[in-house]
């Protein structure tokens, strides 16, 4: 248990009688970067395992509203010890990643939003038709 992530959760008010408190708990501040002229914080988080939907849903929302009370914005990715999770949890990640899209690259997100994904064997398998994998990942990323 990290005493620095554990004044986040303080910070963020992260309820400890959420039932998803316990997946959150033992997580850790890896890193910090900030920029003080433009008020952004990048965080690295580290956890054991893949957080659940309503765990990350929580404590993403909380910790966008605790800086934005303070003008600030922050951003954030996760190092996990563990990252095996069963196909729903997958697709929710999968959609949230998505929906980031859904404003900058539009067509990149209306050719996604409607694929399946699965974990096999340690890799996350897009399900695409041929074209699209084709027409836009092959064409334009691998040479």
């Known amino acids: 248990m990290s005493d620095k992530f554990q004044l986040l959760l303080k910070q963020i008010r992260f309820p400890k009688d959420h039932k998803t408190y316990n997946e959150i708990k033992d997580g850790s501040i890896h890193s ?15 956890f054991q395992n893949v957080l659940s939907s309503e ?13 934005n009370t303070l003008g600030a914005e922050v951003s954030y990715e996760f190092i996990l010890e ?3 999770c069963d196909n729903d949890l997958l697709s929710f990640y999968f959609s949230y990643a998505l929906e980031s899209l859904k404003v900058s690259h539009f067509s ?11 974990f096999f064997n340690k890799e996350i ?5 041929s074209h699209i994998f084709r027409e836009n990942v092959q064409d334009r990323f691998i040479f």
């Open 108 to 118: 990149l997100y209306s050719l996604f939003s409607n694929l399946s994904v699965e």
């Open 82 to 84: 563990s990252s095996s």
């Open 125 to 129: 398998l897009v399900k695409a038709p």
């Open 32 to 46: 910090v970067k900030l920029s003080k002229s433009k008020r952004r914080w990048f965080f690295v988080f580290t």
């Open 55 to 67: 765990g990350f849903n929580l404590f993403n929302s909380l910790l966008q509203s605790t800086f």
